[in-house]
């Protein structure tokens, strides 16, 4: 099952354990590649618009480690790091990924996740997969949002809460 | 993403309550009001010990209470971590979707300023863009 996006994002679960997303940009691979991976690009764009990124380590090598952290626009901090495990340029990149404060306890122990880049008539499909340590932490994450009756409790959540308005 | 004064693991405790349809029917049925525990078992086909099972479920994600005002201690919703957990569906999302916006946005920038120092060329200084592109 896969839900789409008006802005083209895609997010699936293909196996219990993963959280796949998906997105088409318009570059070329090694650009793509670039842009994910070089600290004074990553700055440029990961975030929300109003988070600021204050930390942004990278390290690209394998077993080298990656650290980012964010003041976020409605205060705070968020703040996320782990490792390079594989690194194919600019088709493959794997890496741990571990949040400083998991919003579930479940979550704690991170996820591994593999970003592949894959170039088709000149645009480049970025492909994440994240894969939890168990299906329950899977399953937090995803909330009920992304996949079959997920959304549909999703949306049933959706009108509990306008009832309560 | 949401800044939280949850304990972490509530929100599991949430979504695990919200994964049940009883439970879910439950909490609807309380968003109409405070309900004693025998009106909340009418509908189903279980016994009230089951019944009171599910609400045992949904008392310790904090997604309902006990009134304190009555003899019959009927249910009532609490809404807050029904509103915490959808804030949360939200931001996750929200979070990739506006930094993939973000790089499509960039990766324009990057490509029309090809040929002067672009992501392919030396690295040094950056790639030329102006800042706030996007309404």
């Known amino acids: ?165 | 993403m949401v800044s939280t004064d949850q304990p972490v693991d509530s929100l599991s405790e949430t979504f695990a309550a919200l994964a049940d349809p009883t439970r879910r029917a439950i909490l609807s049925r309380l968003a109409a009001g405070e309900t004693s525990v025998t009106e909340l078992a009418e509908p189903f086909d279980m016994s009230l010990p089951a019944v009171c099972k599910h609400l045992r479920v949904l008392e310790r994600a904090g997604l309902i209470e006990r009134s304190r005002r009555r003899q019959f201690r009927p249910r009532r919703l609490n809404a807050a971590p029904l509103k915490h957990a959808a804030a949360w569906l939200e931001d996750y999302r929200r979070f990739w979707e506006e930094s993939f916006e973000r790089l499509d946005d960039y990766l324009q920038e990057l490509q029309s300023g090809a040929g002067d120092g672009g992501a392919e060329g030396d690295g040094q200084g950056g790639p030329k863009m102006k800042k706030g592109a996007k309404p």
């Open chain 1, 1 to 165: 099952m896969t839900q789409g996006s008006p802005s083209g994002l895609a997010v699936s679960t293909p196996s219990e354990l993963e959280i796949v997303m998906t997105r088409a940009f318009a570059a070329p691979r090694a650009l793509v590649f670039e842009a994910i991976t070089k600290p004074e690009h990553i700055r440029r764009w990961l975030g929300r618009r109003g988070d600021v990124m204050t930390i942004c380590d990278v390290d690209l090598r394998v077993g080298g480690k990656w650290r980012y952290v964010w003041t976020l626009r409605e205060g705070g901090e968020m703040g996320m790091s782990g490792e390079f495990l594989q690194i194919v340029v600019p088709e493959l990149l794997v890496t741990t990924e571990a949040f400083d404060e998991p919003y579930f306890e479940v979550m704690g122990a991170g996820t591994i996740n593999t970003l592949r880049l894959e170039e088709r008539e000149g645009r480049t499909f970025l492909t994440t997969t994240a894969r939890y340590k168990s299906r329950q932490a899977r399953d937090a994450a995803l909330g009920t949002d992304m996949e079959t009756g997920a959304a549909e409790s999703y949306d049933r959540l959706a009108e509990l809460l306008k009832t309560l308005a």
